[in-house]
C-alpha cells in the first residue's frame, strides 16, 4: 500500500534497520521497518527522520509493516531553525504518542495535525499551536467538557480546569487560575480558524498547566 505519513519516532533495530512510527491518513500510527542503507543515502536518512513528511510504500508484515520504497514530500527543516518552533513540533509528536492507540484511523486528528504542524512555521507564537493541539485532542476524546460557567454551581464564572471539567474559585480554590487564563484556555478549544489562533498569547506557565491536565487525563 502507499501512505503519506509522518515521521514521529525513530528507533534502531538490529543491524542497520530501524523502526519507524509513522502516522498515517489510513491506519494512524504504525509501525514501519526501514532498511538503513548506510551514509551513502543521505536522502533516506533525511525521510527517516522524525518530522519528515513523505510517501511509503508498504506491505504489512503480521504487526509490522516493512518500507519497500519511500519519497520526500517534505523535510520539515524549518523546525530545527527555531528553538520554539522545534520544541512546539516535539510537543505534538509527543502528545499522538500518548494519546493515540496503533493502527487505527484517526483521520480527524491526522488533519488537525497537519494543519497545526505545518502553520508553526508561519507564527510567532508556536506555543500556542501545542496548546491548542493538547486541548483539541482531549476534546475530539470526549475527556475535555469546557464552559465558561462553573460545572458545580453553574452561576459563577471558570476560572479552573481540572479532571476535564470547569470550575470557579469558590468550588476549586486551589486550583484556580486567573480569568483570562480560562478564557484563554476556552479560545484554544474552540477556534476553528488559524488567524485567530496566531493572536493568542499563551506563556510557558499556561502551557505547563494544560500539558500537566492532558498529561492526568491520558493516564
Excluded: W
Excluded at 108 to 120: D, K
Aim: hydrophobic letters at 40%.
Amino acid at each position: 500500500m502507499e501512505s503519506h505519513a509522518v515521521v514521529i519516532k525513530k528507533t534502531p533495530y538490529q543491524d542497520r534497520k530501524n523502526i519507524l512510527t509513522l502516522l498515517t491518513l489510513e491506519h494512524g500510527l504504525i509501525s514501519c521497518l526501514i532498511q538503513n542503507r548506510g551514509s551513502k543515502d543521505n536522502l533516506l536518512t533525511i525521510i527517516a527522520s522524525p518530522f519528515s513528511e513523505a510517501l511509503f510504500t508498504l506491505n504489512k508484515k503480521n504487526s509490522l509493516y516493512v518500507c519497500k520504497e519511500a519519497t520526500l514530500v517534505d523535510a520539515h527543516l524549518h523546525l530545527r531553525e527555531s528553538l520554539p518552533a522545534f520544541q512546539s513540533a516535539a510537543k505534538l509528536l509527543k502528545a499522538l504518542l500518548i494519546s493515540q492507540p496503533r493502527d487505527k484511523p484517526i483521520p480527524h486528528i491526522f488533519q488537525l495535525f497537519l494543519i497545526y504542524y505545518v502553520e508553526i512555521k508561519n507564527t510567532d507564537n508556536p506555543l500556542a499551536i501545542a496548546a491548542s493541539f493538547y486541548l483539541k485532542i482531549l476534546l475530539i476524546e470526549g475527556l475535555l467538557h469546557l464552559d465558561l460557567v462553573c460545572t458545580l454551581c453553574k452561576k459563577n464564572p471558570s476560572t479552573s480546569l481540572s479532571s476535564g471539567q470547569s470550575f470557579c474559585k469558590t468550588c476549586f480554590p486551589e486550583g484556580s487560575l486567573d480569568k483570562e487564563s480560562f478564557k484563554t484556555i476556552y479560545q484554544l478549544t474552540t477556534t476553528k480558524s488559524l488567524q485567530e489562533l496566531k493572536l493568542i498569547q499563551v506563556t510557558q506557565t499556561l502551557l505547563f498547566h494544560i500539558e500537566k491536565e492532558f498529561l492526568t487525563l491520558l493516564n
